[in-house]
Protein backbone atom coordinates (compact mmCIF):
# COMPACT_ATOMS: atom_id res chain seq x y z
CA UNK A 1 0.00 0.00 0.00
CA UNK A 2 0.53 3.65 -0.08
CA UNK A 3 2.34 6.18 2.72
CA UNK A 4 0.86 9.75 2.36
CA UNK A 5 3.19 12.27 3.88
CA UNK A 6 0.31 14.90 3.81
CA UNK A 7 1.72 18.44 5.09
CA UNK A 8 -1.28 18.96 7.20
CA UNK A 9 -0.54 23.06 7.20
CA UNK A 10 0.12 25.75 10.15
CA UNK A 11 -2.67 25.11 12.31
CA UNK A 12 -6.33 25.68 11.46
CA UNK A 13 -7.58 22.67 10.78
CA UNK A 14 -9.74 23.65 7.88
CA UNK A 15 -6.20 24.70 6.20
CA UNK A 16 -5.46 21.18 4.63
CA UNK A 17 -5.40 21.07 1.02
CA UNK A 18 -8.84 19.00 -0.12
CA UNK A 19 -6.39 16.55 -1.65
CA UNK A 20 -4.42 15.89 1.82
CA UNK A 21 -8.35 16.09 3.98
CA UNK A 22 -9.55 12.96 1.68
CA UNK A 23 -6.47 10.79 1.99
CA UNK A 24 -6.73 11.72 5.56
CA UNK A 25 -10.32 10.20 5.18
CA UNK A 26 -9.62 6.97 3.76
CA UNK A 27 -6.26 6.35 5.53
CA UNK A 28 -7.05 3.36 8.16
CA UNK A 29 -3.67 4.49 9.68
CA UNK A 30 -2.59 7.69 10.68
CA UNK A 31 0.29 8.74 12.18
CA UNK A 32 0.64 12.41 13.86
CA UNK A 33 3.25 14.92 15.38
CA UNK A 34 0.47 15.62 18.42
CA UNK A 35 2.25 18.79 19.43
CA UNK A 36 2.41 20.36 16.52
CA UNK A 37 -0.92 19.04 14.17
CA UNK A 38 -4.40 19.94 15.45
CA UNK A 39 -6.60 17.33 17.16
CA UNK A 40 -9.77 18.51 15.28
CA UNK A 41 -8.05 16.73 11.90
CA UNK A 42 -7.96 13.59 13.13
CA UNK A 43 -11.61 13.56 13.21
CA UNK A 44 -11.68 13.47 9.55
CA UNK A 45 -9.85 9.92 9.97
CA UNK A 46 -12.29 6.83 9.27
CA UNK A 47 -14.02 6.26 12.77
CA UNK A 48 -11.72 2.99 13.50
CA UNK A 49 -8.34 4.00 12.44
CA UNK A 50 -5.39 3.25 14.45
CA UNK A 51 -3.88 6.40 15.82
CA UNK A 52 -0.79 7.06 16.49
CA UNK A 53 1.53 10.19 18.14
CA UNK A 54 4.92 10.24 16.93
CA UNK A 55 5.71 12.98 19.41
CA UNK A 56 7.90 10.25 21.89
CA UNK A 57 8.71 8.50 18.87
CA UNK A 58 12.04 8.44 16.85
CA UNK A 59 12.83 7.88 13.42
CA UNK A 60 13.42 3.94 13.90
CA UNK A 61 10.17 3.47 15.87
CA UNK A 62 8.19 5.72 13.24
CA UNK A 63 9.50 3.55 10.36
CA UNK A 64 8.57 0.45 11.61
CA UNK A 65 5.02 1.87 12.27
CA UNK A 66 5.20 2.41 8.61
CA UNK A 67 6.46 -0.70 7.76
CA UNK A 68 4.43 -2.60 9.59
CA UNK A 69 0.94 -0.61 8.37
CA UNK A 70 2.32 -1.81 4.93
CA UNK A 71 2.76 -4.90 5.53
CA UNK A 72 -0.51 -5.22 6.93
CA UNK A 73 -2.31 -4.10 3.77
CA UNK A 74 -3.25 -0.17 4.87
CA UNK A 75 -2.67 3.19 3.39
CA UNK A 76 -1.00 5.35 6.07
CA UNK A 77 -1.52 9.10 6.24
CA UNK A 78 1.31 10.73 7.99
CA UNK A 79 0.48 13.67 9.19
CA UNK A 80 3.57 17.01 9.21
CA UNK A 81 2.89 20.40 9.99
CA UNK A 82 3.10 23.00 7.53
CA UNK A 83 4.14 21.73 4.25
CA UNK A 84 6.78 18.62 4.03
CA UNK A 85 9.30 20.38 1.52
CA UNK A 86 10.77 22.67 4.21
CA UNK A 87 12.04 22.20 8.19
CA UNK A 88 9.89 18.28 8.14
CA UNK A 89 12.35 15.84 8.74
CA UNK A 90 10.92 14.22 5.69
CA UNK A 91 13.91 13.14 4.24
CA UNK A 92 14.75 10.86 6.63
CA UNK A 93 11.76 8.63 6.37
CA UNK A 94 11.45 8.61 2.75
CA UNK A 95 15.09 7.26 3.02
CA UNK A 96 14.25 5.18 5.14
CA UNK A 97 11.34 3.78 3.24
CA UNK A 98 13.08 3.49 -0.26
CA UNK A 99 15.19 1.08 1.77
CA UNK A 100 11.98 -1.39 2.44
CA UNK A 101 10.82 -0.88 -0.18
CA UNK A 102 7.53 0.75 0.81
CA UNK A 103 5.86 3.17 -2.02
CA UNK A 104 5.23 6.75 -0.86
CA UNK A 105 3.68 9.72 -1.97
CA UNK A 106 3.87 13.73 -1.12
CA UNK A 107 1.33 15.94 -0.57
CA UNK A 108 2.03 19.54 0.21
CA UNK A 109 -0.09 21.59 2.72
CA UNK A 110 -0.01 25.30 3.71
CA UNK A 111 3.63 26.62 4.71
CA UNK A 112 3.74 28.78 8.20
CA UNK A 113 5.75 31.41 6.38
CA UNK A 114 2.52 31.91 3.89
CA UNK A 115 0.03 31.80 7.09
CA UNK A 116 2.48 34.27 8.64
CA UNK A 117 2.05 36.58 5.54
CA UNK A 118 -1.60 36.33 6.01
CA UNK A 119 -1.90 36.84 9.80
CA UNK A 120 -0.14 40.03 8.73
CA UNK A 121 -2.07 40.91 5.71
CA UNK A 122 1.27 41.45 3.79
CA UNK A 123 2.45 40.12 0.27
CA UNK A 124 6.58 39.08 0.52
CA UNK A 125 7.11 40.51 -2.50
CA UNK A 126 7.29 44.34 -3.39
CA UNK A 127 7.56 45.26 -7.14
CA UNK A 128 10.71 47.76 -6.74
CA UNK A 129 11.09 46.66 -2.96
CA UNK A 130 11.83 43.17 -2.81
CA UNK A 131 11.61 39.96 -5.03
CA UNK A 132 13.35 37.68 -2.80
CA UNK A 133 12.33 35.72 0.34
CA UNK A 134 14.89 33.68 2.24
CA UNK A 135 13.60 30.67 4.40
CA UNK A 136 16.15 29.62 6.73
CA UNK A 137 16.59 29.02 10.39
CA UNK A 138 19.99 29.57 12.79
CA UNK A 139 22.81 27.17 14.13
CA UNK A 140 21.58 25.43 17.12
CA UNK A 141 23.34 22.67 19.12
CA UNK A 142 21.91 19.98 17.80
CA UNK A 143 21.97 21.46 14.28
CA UNK A 144 24.63 23.38 12.45
CA UNK A 145 24.07 25.55 9.40
CA UNK A 146 26.06 24.80 6.11
CA UNK A 147 28.94 26.99 5.29
CA UNK A 148 27.83 30.27 3.99
CA UNK A 149 24.11 30.05 5.50
CA UNK A 150 24.88 31.90 8.54
CA UNK A 151 22.74 34.51 9.56
CA UNK A 152 25.84 37.44 8.30
CA UNK A 153 25.90 35.75 5.08
CA UNK A 154 22.07 35.83 4.03
CA UNK A 155 21.64 39.24 5.62
CA UNK A 156 24.18 40.79 2.83
CA UNK A 157 21.70 39.88 0.33
CA UNK A 158 18.75 42.92 2.15
CA UNK A 159 16.49 39.81 0.95
CA UNK A 160 13.38 39.33 2.87
CA UNK A 161 13.83 36.40 6.10
CA UNK A 162 11.59 34.51 7.01
CA UNK A 163 13.37 32.36 10.37
CA UNK A 164 11.44 29.17 11.54
CA UNK A 165 12.67 27.51 14.91
CA UNK A 166 14.33 30.84 15.72
CA UNK A 167 11.68 32.60 18.12
CA UNK A 168 13.79 31.24 21.49
CA UNK A 169 16.90 33.26 20.01
CA UNK A 170 15.17 36.68 19.27
CA UNK A 171 18.21 38.37 20.74
CA UNK A 172 20.83 36.78 18.71
CA UNK A 173 18.65 37.12 15.60
CA UNK A 174 18.46 40.53 16.23
CA UNK A 175 22.20 41.17 16.93
CA UNK A 176 23.28 39.51 13.73
CA UNK A 177 21.08 41.29 11.40
CA UNK A 178 20.95 44.85 12.30
CA UNK A 179 24.54 45.42 10.47
CA UNK A 180 23.14 44.66 7.77
CA UNK A 181 19.37 45.43 8.08
CA UNK A 182 19.88 48.63 10.15
CA UNK A 183 17.04 49.21 13.45
CA UNK A 184 14.46 50.40 11.62
CA UNK A 185 13.79 47.84 9.19
CA UNK A 186 10.37 46.19 9.69
CA UNK A 187 10.35 42.80 11.57
CA UNK A 188 7.45 40.80 12.68
CA UNK A 189 6.60 37.26 14.39
CA UNK A 190 3.57 35.19 14.24
CA UNK A 191 3.11 32.25 16.43
CA UNK A 192 0.86 29.74 16.32
CA UNK A 193 -0.71 31.36 12.79
CA UNK A 194 -3.67 30.76 11.64
CA UNK A 195 -4.57 29.29 15.47
CA UNK A 196 -7.67 30.52 17.77
CA UNK A 197 -4.64 31.75 19.84
CA UNK A 198 -2.50 33.17 17.14
CA UNK A 199 -0.01 35.82 18.32
CA UNK A 200 0.67 38.89 15.51
CA UNK A 201 4.02 41.12 16.93
CA UNK A 202 5.28 43.65 14.27
CA UNK A 203 7.94 46.24 14.90
CA UNK A 204 11.58 47.27 14.03
CA UNK A 205 14.34 44.95 14.32
CA UNK A 206 15.03 46.85 16.91
CA UNK A 207 12.10 46.65 19.06
CA UNK A 208 10.97 43.54 17.75
CA UNK A 209 13.24 41.12 20.48
CA UNK A 210 11.85 43.00 23.41
CA UNK A 211 7.94 42.51 22.20
CA UNK A 212 8.88 38.43 21.73
CA UNK A 213 9.87 38.31 25.46
CA UNK A 214 7.39 40.40 26.83
CA UNK A 215 4.86 38.36 24.66
CA UNK A 216 6.46 34.72 26.15
CA UNK A 217 7.05 33.40 22.35
CA UNK A 218 9.35 31.02 22.45
CA UNK A 219 8.20 28.20 19.76
CA UNK A 220 5.86 27.27 16.82
CA UNK A 221 6.59 30.57 15.35
CA UNK A 222 8.36 32.45 12.62
CA UNK A 223 10.16 35.60 12.20
CA UNK A 224 10.50 37.97 9.42
CA UNK A 225 12.60 40.50 8.70
CA UNK A 226 13.05 43.06 5.67
CA UNK A 227 11.72 46.29 3.93
CA UNK A 228 8.54 44.44 2.06
CA UNK A 229 7.34 44.11 5.54
CA UNK A 230 6.34 48.20 5.49
CA UNK A 231 6.25 48.87 2.04
CA UNK A 232 3.87 51.52 1.56
CA UNK A 233 5.28 53.51 -1.61
CA UNK A 234 5.76 51.03 -4.44
CA UNK A 235 5.14 50.67 -7.95
CA UNK A 236 2.22 48.35 -9.15
CA UNK A 237 2.88 44.83 -10.92
CA UNK A 238 2.88 44.81 -14.36
CA UNK A 239 0.82 42.02 -13.94
CA UNK A 240 -2.30 44.04 -14.37
CA UNK A 241 -0.83 47.40 -15.26
CA UNK A 242 -3.82 49.33 -17.52
CA UNK A 243 -0.69 49.84 -20.13
CA UNK A 244 0.35 45.98 -20.53
CA UNK A 245 -0.61 44.82 -24.19
CA UNK A 246 -2.73 41.34 -23.24
CA UNK A 247 -3.10 40.44 -27.22
CA UNK A 248 0.43 39.27 -26.74
CA UNK A 249 1.96 36.82 -24.82
Known amino acids: MTVYFIGAGPGAADLITVRGARLLAASPVCLYAGSLVPRELLADCPPDARLTDTQGLDIEQITAELVRAHAEGHDVARLHSGDP ?96 YGPDCPAAVVAMASRPDEIVLRGTLETIAGQVEEAGVIRTAVILVGRTLGAEQFRDSHLYSPHRDRHTC
Do not use: W
Open 85 to 180: SVFSAVNEQMKRLDDAAVPYEVVPGVPAFAAAAAALKRELTVPTVGQTVILTRIAQRATAMPQGEDLATLGRSGALLVLHLAARYADRVVEELLPH
